[in-house]
């Protein structure tokens, strides 16, 4: 039986991945205080201790504004600790998975972005994300990277969350309509993870698949776009919102300042994970609509 383990598992992704990694056998799973990423020798001590045959790292410093008046802390566990994993995957033959994200790139290409596209994160968060993609890349061993854009889900704090807590509370939105991107369901990219990750485990895998994809869900839209269908389908499941008048204003990327540059294109191409590991990869909006029914479905039990 295989051993994983799974950093972060307190997080919308590391949640997901708990239930998803289950059937391939002993997993693992640690929260931020019991494996803080920014020390290494906690790092290290972790991997020895529990000698798994595969790591999953979907921990991360992703308070993407708060990153930069904090570039030390980012840096050590988005830039370092990646690469600490590595080091110690090789070490001892796992393999290691990590999560990247559409902000190594800086969003002025016009089409989806492949893996061969030259990063130029815009961001502190991007820039140390990037750092760790690259301390991965420069130990080598067997290592999957996965980059993804605008991860939601039933568990944890993010974008779905936010503006069904808002229309709750307010009858007009502001929300940015010029940044582009592919909303992603945690479960999706746990989902996916452990298909792959089992083909992974089969004697005859070709390591040559082994490196750099990405993994989001099919399609584009924009932020404004992304919240209007939210509130759609809330309104199919929360009476209090059927018969509210909600405007949703699009307003421009200089009319909503934060502290960190987001890219206006986040769109990543599939094709190339989709081809190597056989992945159907959903529209976002089946995706949403399904994690919507599940979010309520829980509110009413």
């Known amino acids: ?32 205080a019991q494996l803080d990423l920014s020390r290494p020798d906690a790092i290290r001590a972790a991997v020895r201790e529990h000698r798994p045959d595969i790591i999953v790292n979907p921990a991360a410093y992703t308070a993407v ?9 980012a840096q050590a566990i988005n830039g370092v600790a990646p690469g600490v994993l590595a080091e110690e ?3 001892s033959g796992a393999l290691l998975v990590h ?30 994300k990037l750092a760790g993609e690259n301390a991965i890349r420069a130990v080598g061993g067997q290592h999957l990277v996965l980059r993804t854009s605008w991860v939601y889900g039933v568990h944890g704090g993010n974008f779905v969350k936010t503006v069904l807590r808002l229309v709750g509370e307010r009858s007009e939105l502001r929300i940015v309509a010029d940044q582009f991107g592919a909303p992603t ?23 040559s698949r082994f490196g750099l994809y990405h993994l989001t869900a099919g399609g584009r839209t924009s932020w404004h776009r992304y919240a209007e269908e939210i509130v759609r389908l809330a309104r199919q499941y929360d009476p209090s919102l059927r018969d509210k008048a909600l405007a949703i204003h699009g307003i421009a990327t200089h009319e909503y300042p934060v502290a960190a540059k987001r890219p206006a294109n986040s769109v990543l191409a599939t094709d190339k994970i989709s081809a190597a590991f056989g992945l159907r990869l959903p529209q976002w909006q089946d995706d949403l609509a ?12």
């Open 185 to 207: 369901w945690a479960r999706l990219l746990a989902n996916s993870t452990a298909r792959i990750l089992q083909q992974c485990l089969e004697q005859d895998f070709d390591e």
């Open 65 to 73: 504004d708060k990153a930069e008046t904090e570039p030390e802390l």
């Open 99 to 128: 999560y990247s994200t559409d902000y190594v790139f800086d969003g002025s290409k016009d089409g989806a972005y492949t893996e061969s596209d030259v990063p130029k994160p815009q961001s502190v968060y991007g820039q140390t």
């Open 1 to 32: 039986m295989s051993t994983l383990l799974l950093t972060g598992v307190n997080g919308q992704l590391g949640w997901e991945l708990q239930r998803a990694l289950a059937p391939l056998g002993k997993v693992v799973a640690l929260t931020r």
């Open 290 to 301: 399904h994690c919507l029914r599940e979010i309520y479905r829980d509110l009413s039990d």
């Open 89 to 91: 995957a090789q070490k």
